[in-house]
């Protein structure tokens, strides 16, 4: 008896979650698929509604060198904040492996990047890489490193690179934390084991630590990539894309054609484009934390 | 071998925490001050009156700030904490599948979100309005949430329900009295992720507040940027006090802080 009521209690529980998923999830996801058949610009929007164009929305989109540069942008992107944020972070997790007062207080400390809004992050990464009187080329010019100040957002060979630093730098943080959970979880029984068969500190590193961090690596790999795709505000709030498209993301570039040139028609398919990648990112994630699991 | 890891610490200390002084100590020079070389490593003085007029002529976007994050705190806990539960501890047919859907919404692209929920929200008069852009927020808070509860809720032993049944309470009385004054650790965890995200948010604010005079304060410092291009000193103000309050909410709740990000990992 009881489990039947609880079955409808359950039901009835989920109620609010299920219309908020139905409204803001799957009708919008629905109507982007339906919007990037249209050819919805400025004037379109004015008057309503856009008409069937059928692919030239996505022909557009395929026929734009931004759109390629845009995805190997992305893809740069990822990887690198992965493999450093990655690396940086496991470096800081085992560095501060001790539970002193001294490492905790760091460790807060240290989350600092990540918790703060990136807007406010952003703006003072401006500050610092500022052409004129950024500080970065002040150190630079003490150290005698350069003649004249780099102006680092604003000239593209330069422009992609200082955001994957900025999102690094945001990124690592959030990987210290999980990895140092990880390693937590590690029984100390197998390091005295380790030190009882005279394992040296790289040897217990090599053969405990790394296969025991196994599972929580992929997951923070995984998060990493399914984070990297989708990333938006740091780099429309620090290059705009720019310039000249050498910092374009898909995500900024998603951005620049709803919001800058109103063609949401197109917008709508890099969204789609993006929503495909993030869906096989996140079958593999799955496919990967199950079988790690059993 | 031990010295060069303190040195290696100290580096990376160094590199993650600099900017943050430099915004701090930025807050406190005047311009030629800020321009000067070699630069001050320290404020010479401390001109709390300036910077007080700096946050209180944007103190119309600090407030839409908090307004918006309070109704997204306000449904996130609504939605999430019946349905947390629910998903814990109920007999619900189809929870793999929930759990599957919720995984998923955590990986998706929010800007991909925001074109769609853009023309929708012109069309319902959500534009422009403190509760449609909470509710776009929600996209963000409201899975996690429900997520991180639910695996704080897990680990709660069953034998709570059943006193309370035995005690002749009905599942409403049981979820209502027993279950949600016992989850508050978890309810704490969520509101303060779900504030950090909603006052940090960029995306939502800056598509779905057209009007200047409702815009948070986020994207008040983006547009101040274009605006004060090198008045440095106003947008490190900004920066700080956006910085400030989620600095203090994490330093009151560092343990559930920690307790959330862990939980990013659902799959237990």
Known sequence: MSHVKSRWFGILLLMPAGVFLLVFYLYPVTYNLYLAFQRMDAEAFMNGDGAFNGLENYRALLQNGVFYSALRNTLLFTFFSILFQYSIGFLLAVLLNKSSRAANFLRGLLLTPWFTPIVATSTVWIWLLSGSNGIANYALHALGLIDQGIPWLSQPSTALVMTVIVNIWIGIPFCMVLLHAGLQSIPSELYEAGEIDGASPFQKNRHITLPMLKEVSAIVILLGVVYGIKIFDLVWIMTKGGPGNASQLLGTLSYEYSFAKNNFGIGAAVGNVMLLISLVASFVYLRVSKKLQS | ?268
């Open chain 2, 1 to 268: 071998m031990k010295k060069r890891f303190s040195v290696v610490l100290a580096l990376l200390s160094v590199f993650l925490l600099f900017p943050i002084y430099w915004m701090l100590n930025s807050v406190f020079q005047t311009r030629a001050e800020l321009f000067s070389r070699p630069p001050l490593w320290f404020p010479r003085s401390f001109d709390f009156l300036s910077v007080w007029k700096i946050v209180v002529d944007n103190a119309q976007y600090f407030s839409n700030s908090l307004v918006i994050a309070f109704i997204t705190i306000a449904v996130t806990v609504f939605v999430a904490i019946p349905a947390g539960y629910s998903l814990a501890k109920l007999n619900v047919p189809g929870k793999s599948f929930y759990l599957l859907v919720l995984l998923i919404t955590q990986m998706f692209p929010l800007v991909m979100l925001i074109t769609p929920m853009f023309l929708i929200f012109s069309k319902t008069g959500l534009l422009n309005n403190y509760a449609g852009t909470a509710l776009a927020i929600g996209t963000n808070t409201i899975p996690f949430s429900i997520l991180v509860l639910r695996s704080y809720l897990v680990s709660l032993p069953d034998s709570l329900r059943e006193a309370a049944f035995i005690d002749g309470c009905g599942e409403m009385r049981a979820f209502v009295r027993i279950i949600i004054p016992n989850a508050m650790t978890g309810i704490m965890t969520i509101v303060v992720f779900t504030f950090l995200f909603s006052w940090g948010d960029f995306l939502f604010g800056l598509t779905m507040m057209t009007d200047n005079d409702l815009q948070p304060a986020t994207v008040r410092l983006y547009q101040s940027i274009g605006q004060y291009g090198t008045d440095w000193r106003r947008l490190m103000t900004l920066s700080a006090s956006l910085a400030l309050p989620a600095m203090i909410f994490v330093v009151l709740a560092q343990r559930a802080v920690v307790n959330g990000i862990g939980n990013v990992n659902v799959n237990k």
